[in-house]
């Protein structure tokens, strides 16, 4: 039974990992687009226009991965998770219904009247439409955290005759505190993937000596939302989390800070091996007190550790939780650094001129990607092992009818079809990024689109 319930549990999280790496950009990107188009409306700069033009292309391809990559996900809860569907579709059911009939629904239709219906709908229009774009992403994120805060914090539901859990109060769902902070920490999240990936392109742009126009619009935007973003995803956002984690989910919490034994005074470890046969971190580097402060304000308050709660009870893969959480935080904190960085560059008017620092924002769009994966294993790992903490553990939801070499069979048919994929997405968006945001209209008709702003003083 263990060894299907792995393979349920590989093939889900395969899928929801490759998934989750469109959405993320999507969601953030539908921020800048939005100012992008307020930013050409208010300095009547064609720049602005045409760099969201451009990034809506980048957009619509993001958008259409996630929808294919989406679809298998659906089907798995029928079929792989068949007894978990059944206690909790009562609950699950109202807001992932809700992400497909409104926020889906929403973002899809508008995107298509921004792509299209420029002329028509004139510039007001188009920003707007920008802005109803922007709300269905963000809807459609909010949807899935709050299922996702529900099955980490379940309130708002009662247990039926046959055991199925019901949901009893639909506000609690959607007030749910765990939910409030997680969202905010989700967005703030996928606004730095977005940050990182138009200052990427931008750098490049500069780098090589091309549409040095555009690339001073991408990297001035992705620094100056990009800062604010990387703060807020530290403080208070990461911050108040992980203290819900430790009040409310406290055995993930000594797995995540690789805290073994309960104790005054605890460390934050900064990195170690965590030996769970042994019982102990080796090789760790830590500063002395400091976990305690950061949970309670006193150096020496009492933080529980993995020894305080029974072996069961603990998270299945303390280590890789445990390197999930530290790869997170550690590259939060290098994203403040580079932007806090770069913004001071920016504002002695060197950022564009400097090489080394061009290179760094270049080369780390990669970053922002691992680290949100990170950031969602460690939730999803941190929750182990329970599906739904305190009412259902895992090797209760899972289909015990379909057999391990269907799932393995299907998660190598889902292995090809993704690698096809992702070839078939980094062309579209290299081709993209090779004809830049000036060298061509598009899609859509710019004719009756004054350029005449188009200046260095704008700049």
């Known amino acids: ?60 391809v993001n958008f259409l991965m996630g929808v294919v990559t989406g679809i298998p ?11 978990f569907s059944a206690a909790a579709g009562g609950v699950i059911g109202q807001t992932l219904g809700m992400e497909s009939v409104i926020a889906f629904f929403l973002e899809s239709s508008f995107l298509g009247l921004f792509l299209f219906g420029e002329k028509k709908l004139g510039q ?22 709050i299922t996702n805060a529900w099955m980490q914090h379940p ?49 490049y742009y500069l780098l090589n000596g091309r549409a040095e126009e555009y690339a001073r619009v991408f990297l001035r935007m992705a620094v100056v939302v990009g800062l604010p973003a990387t703060i807020l995803m530290a403080f208070p956002t990461g ?33 170690g091996i965590p030996d769970r046969s042994e019982r102990k971190l080796n090789s760790r580097i830590e500063f002395s007190r400091l976990l305690s402060f950061m949970l309670y304000g006193r150096f020496d308050a009492e933080v529980k550790g993995l020894d305080a709660f029974p072996e069961e009870e603990w998270p299945d893969n303390v280590s890789l939780l445990f390197f999930s959480h530290k790869a997170m935080v550690l590259m ?17 008017g060197r ?14 769009f990669p970053l922002p990607y691992i680290a949100n994966t990170a950031g969602w294993m460690t939730a999803e790992l941190g929750r182990q092992p329970y599906l739904i903490y305190g009412l259902m553990r895992t090797e209760e939801g899972f289909s015990h009818t379909v057999a391990s070499g269907s799932i393995i069979f299907t998660l190598v048919g889902f292995t090809a079809l993704y690698i096809l994929l992702s070839i078939l997405f980094l062309f579209f968006i290299s081709r993209e990024i090779r004809q830049g945001p000036g060298d061509h209209t598009g899609m859509i008709d710019t004719a009756n689109t004054p350029v005449s702003s188009l200046t260095a003083e704008q700049e």
């Not at 996900?73 to 007894?83: I, L, S, V």
Request: proline fraction near 3%; include cysteine.
């Open 1 to 60: 039974m263990e060894i299907a319930s792995f393979y349920h549990r590989l093939q889900f999280a395969f899928t929801i990992t490759y998934h989750y790496l469109f959405p993320q950009l999507t969601m953030g990107l539908a921020l800048l687009i939005v100012i992008m188009k307020a930013l050409a409306l208010k300095k009547g700069d064609e720049r602005y226009n045409r760099s969201a033009r451009f990034w809506a292309k980048i957009f619509a």
């Open 155 to 203: 309130v708002g539901y009662t247990i039926g005759p046959d055991g199925e859990i019901l949901l009893s109060s639909f506000w609690a769902l959607l007030t749910n505190p765990w939910m409030i902070w997680q969202y905010i920490h989700t967005m703030a999240g996928a606004v730095i993937t977005a940050c990182f990936v138009v200052a990427a392109v931008g750098a």
């Open 332 to 348: 939060g904190i290098l994203f403040i650094l580079v932007m806090m960085l770069s913004a001071w560059l920016l504002f002695k």
């Open 239 to 271: 911050d108040i989390q992980s203290k819900m984690v430790a009040r409310h989910q406290p055995a993930a919490f000594a797995a995540m800070e690789g805290l073994f034994e309960t104790r005054e005074g605890a460390p934050y470890t900064i990195f």
């Open 124 to 145: 007001k229009g188009h920003f707007i439409s920008a802005i109803l774009v922007c709300a269905g992403a963000w809807m459609s994120g909010l949807f899935i955290v």
């Open 73 to 83: 996900m659906e089907f798995q809860f029928g079929t792989n998770w068949a007894r």
């Open 351 to 364: 950022l564009f001129e400097s090489k080394p620092v061009l290179w760094i924002l270049m080369l780390m």
